[in-house]
């Protein structure tokens, strides 16, 4: 018996083609899309080769950054609290680091938080008008973190009061009550209220305390609000003593009278 070696014509007709196994088509396929098939296999290794070295670059920028932070926190933290010239220059070099950072590592996720430090750095040397801006452009440039976002909110706030612009302060401050994920509501509920207090609006302040009470009640400051409260709260009117007084002036009105 003799069998016949059956050749595969690059010229298949539709009705020939169905009589094709699975992986005599695929087969087909290839050899009628060889350069296609050629070139996309060439550009998907380039692909992966671009991707991995892109990979390698960040990581090693990530690593340079991360370095230049740690020197950057070590001289914000290891500052002097009693000489203010040694002070001064060690935020002066934080300052310096961190905007190293920014420039040199600017995808960086360090990069994405020098603003924040940058702005603390110069709040704790009275320069609330270059703090206000390295606030506002860690906002506009990398605020995807809503619990950093709640404390550069925070800041912000308080250095635009320390440069006495109340209104914007306390518009700062509210933006951090409207952010559902931070977790320092309980502190700039217990310092509006204690700007309130401070302005002797007694009444805006009260409603401050109970807020901060009635929403955080396990906070650090509850204590501290409640007391607050005991103080600022009027104290209620006893129904005895209402109706004593009437009382107390019809009686004197009496006696005048009969003298």
């Known amino acids: 018996m003799t069998y016949k070696i059956r050749h595969i014509s690059k010229q298949v007709g539709a009705e020939n083609l169905q009589l094709l196994s699975r992986s005599e088509r695929m087969w087909l396929f290839a050899e009628l899309h060889r350069r296609a098939l050629m070139t996309g296999i060439v550009v998907a290794i380039a692909v992966v080769i671009l991707l991995g070295a892109l990979y390698l670059v960040q990581h090693q ?58 702005g603390n750095a110069l709040a704790e040397q009275d320069d609330y008008a270059g703090a ?18 709640g404390l550069v909110y925070q800041r912000l706030g308080a250095s635009y009061l320390a440069s006495g612009n109340r209104e914007k302060g306390i518009t700062a401050y509210t933006q951090v009550l409207q952010m559902p994920q931070t977790l320092n509501k309980d502190q700039v509920l217990f310092e509006l209220a204690k700007l309130e207090e401070h302005e002797k609006r007694d009444d805006k302040a009260l409603t401050r305390y109970k807020q901060l009470l009635d929403e955080h009640p396990d906070s650090p400051y509850a204590s501290e609000a409640g007391l607050r409260v005991k103080i600022l709260e009027p104290p209620a009117d006893e129904p005895g003593a209402a109706k004593e007084e009437p009382e107390q002036k019809e009686g004197q009105e009496g006696k005048e009278t009969e003298e």
């Open 61 to 118: 920028q990530e690593q340079e950054a991360l370095a230049l932070e740690h020197q950057a926190a070590q001289a914000y933290l290891d500052r002097s609290l009693v000489d203010d010239d040694t002070a001064t220059e060690k935020l002066q070099n934080a300052i310096t680091l961190y905007r190293r950072i920014i420039e040199e590592f600017p995808r960086t996720a360090s990069a994405r938080s020098a603003w924040y430090m940058i």
């Open 132 to 149: 206000i801006e390295a606030y506002q452009r860690f906002i506009d440039q990398a605020g995807n973190s809503p619990t950093l976002l």
